[in-house]
């Protein structure tokens, strides 16, 4: 089944995405430089994960624990 389809895939992915992009706009900010199209999706989520990472971080080990427990 594709995460598409199922909510709590969808959710994973999307904060994978965030942490990921979180992480290589912290050590290469280079790459996300640009602000529109589709590279500027990458940016806004490493926004997302900049401003809100204690939100972030808590999502991340609620799904981690849903995960590996249901």
Known sequence: MSALFNFSSF?????LTICTCTYVKGKAPYLLNERTGFRG????????????????SIACMFMAFSVVFF
């Open 11 to 15: 959710v994973v992915v999307l904060l």
């Open 41 to 56: 999706l990458f940016w806004k989520f490493a926004r997302v994960g900049e401003r809100l990472s204690p939100w972030v």
